[in-house]
């Protein structure tokens, strides 16, 4: 089974730091996203990427960036924290651009700003 | 972008079968509809996609009329541990940035 690991499940930062919420993937496949999710807003795509170096962005990525230096390996970014970017973040991997096989998501990091 | 709409919350019994529905008026003709579960603190786990027709696998049926203007998810046989979020995601094949999730629906079964 493919596997996506976050590096971290919950997180506390403070307002202006920078975050790093990296986000692994075993099985080799090309395309990574990034997603937060709120109560009544469902899951909203950050970036995503479609190989190495590369990257789109999704539906809301203001305030945040991504780094793809490694195939298995991406990262998402908060250049400057704020309170409203508290959320759970989910990371997917898939085999094809929008999983025709599905997404394989991982467990989550759920980031609180203070 | 489709735009999916899913019913907030629904009720079950053990032992009933399950349907669920997703509404996507605006369905492109690149976009495949995917369904996915969540449980608390997990992220979505993948459990059937089609494009027309119907699908089925060992877990769920989807079923896709001719205008695909909606989905529905069928859960047979529902248990306890099917409790849990469950969401639509309309999904253009050639632009992963063109997907949409919908908002979910709980489904909650109930002894």
């Known amino acids: 089974d493919v596997k996506v690991t976050q590096s971290s499940r919950y997180l506390v930062k403070r307002t202006g730091e920078k975050v790093f919420l990296e986000c692994v993937q075993d099985?080799?496949?090309?395309?990574m996203f990034w997603y937060r999710q709120d109560p009544g807003l469902g899951l909203r795509l950050i970036y995503f990427?479609?190989?190495?170096?590369?990257?789109e962005k999704g539906d809301i990525p203001e305030g945040y960036s991504v780094s793809r230096e490694k195939k298995e390996r991406f990262s998402l970014i908060l250049e400057s924290a704020s309170t409203n970017q508290t959320s759970m973040y989910l990371c997917?991997?898939?085999?094809?651009?929008?999983?025709?096989?599905?997404?394989?998501f991982g467990s989550g990091t759920r980031l609180t700003v203070v | 972008l489709a735009k999916t709409t899913q019913p907030i919350s629904m009720d079950s019994y053990e032992g009933q079968e399950v349907n669920i529905t997703c509404s996507h008026n605006?369905?492109?003709?690149?976009?495949?509809i995917t369904w996915y579960q969540q449980f608390p603190s997990q992220g979505p786990r993948f459990i059937i996609q089609?494009?027309?027709t119907k699908v089925t696998n060992e877990v769920a049926s989807l079923f896709i009329p001719a205008d695909r203007k909606s989905s529905t998810l069928s859960l047979p046989r529902v248990s306890l541990s099917d409790t849990a979020v469950y969401y639509c995601?309309?999904?253009?094949?050639?632009?992963?940035?063109?997907?949409?999730f919908g908002d979910g629906t709980t489904l909650t079964v109930k002894p």
């Open positions: 990427s479609y190989d190495v170096k590369m990257k």
């Open positions: 997917a991997s898939a085999g094809d651009r929008v999983g025709v096989y599905g997404y394989t």
């Open positions: 099985m080799d496949h090309e395309n």
């Open positions: 995601l309309v999904g253009d094949y050639t632009n992963a940035g063109k997907s949409t």
């Open positions: 089609g494009y027309k």
């Open positions: 605006n369905i492109a003709t690149n976009d495949y």
